[in-house]
């Protein structure tokens, strides 16, 4: 996710990127991966329990930063649960999706569980656009285009 995280700051105007995953995050290898791969803003790669310990901190800073987690679970966590509201974030994108067991299929590499696709569902009704696209340039469509594969 490095990577794809590295292109998408620099295509999304960022002064800083926060990924928050918990593996990620209490892996040295993975938590490096990330810092190194966007080497041109400030990163931190932080846990879902210290992130919503400086949330507050985060939105009140004047420093725009990208957030990225690993799943559309911790995602929805974060903006519906934790009522985490940038006041300029108006979409959420969404990149890969492993094939996996009970996963629709939207697009390559974007496969997602009904569990996932109630989270979509659930960000939608927060007041966000949810618009897959693994690149900005690989788009796919928006969560209206798909969400009735997951019955909506």
């Known amino acids: 996710h490095g990577l794809i995280t590295t292109r998408w700051g620099k295509e999304m105007p960022c002064d800083g990127i926060i990924a928050v995953n918990d593996k990620a995050a209490n892996n040295k290898i993975l938590k490096e991966a990330y810092i190194a791969a966007t080497e041109d803003k400030k990163t931190f790669v932080w846990t879902m329990d210290h992130f919503n310990k400086v949330k507050d901190k985060v939105l009140n800073s004047s420093t725009r930063y990208f957030l990225i987690t690993k799943n559309p679970l911790d995602m929805k966590t974060i903006l519906v649960d934790w ?7 108006k979409t959420v994108n969404v990149g890969p999706g492993n094939d996996r067991d009970g996963a629709i299929k939207l697009g390559d590499n974007q496969s ?10 659930d960000i939608e009704k927060a007041g966000y656009k949810v618009d897959f696209a693994l690149l900005p340039d ?11 594969k997951f019955g909506y």
């Open 83 to 89: 009522k985490f509201k940038p006041s300029d974030v």
């Open 112 to 121: 997602f569980t009904q569990d996932e696709a109630d989270a979509f569902e």
């Open 138 to 148: 690989q788009r796919i469509g928006n969560w209206d285009r798909f969400k009735s």
